[in-house]
């Protein structure tokens, strides 16, 4: 288990309120769900930056298609199932 450690972060009144309701609606502390919904946050973002760079990757190999390419390609996958 990793070791905690403390942070500090000032919300809106609005988000506490929200997140006070939903911790007792999940019957958690409201500090579990905090760690989390960052946990969470972090992971997915992470995620996301991961595919972009990829993507990026892809496209400096001269791995894409340009718009008309990719209608091309589309045109005919319709044509060839007619």
């Given amino acids: ?24 609606r999940l019957h958690e502390p409201r500090e579990q769900v905090i760690e989390r919904a960052v946990a969470e946050f972090v992971a997915r973002e992470n995620e996301l930056i991961d595919m972009l760079d990829a993507a990026d990757h892809q496209i400096d190999q001269g791995n894409y298609l340009t718009q008309t390419d990719m209608e091309r390609w589309f045109d005919e996958r319709v044509r060839s199932r007619a």
């Fill in 1 to 24: 288990m990793n070791a905690s450690v403390t942070i500090t972060s000032a919300f809106a009144a609005d988000t506490i309120q929200a997140l006070d309701l939903l911790a007792g």
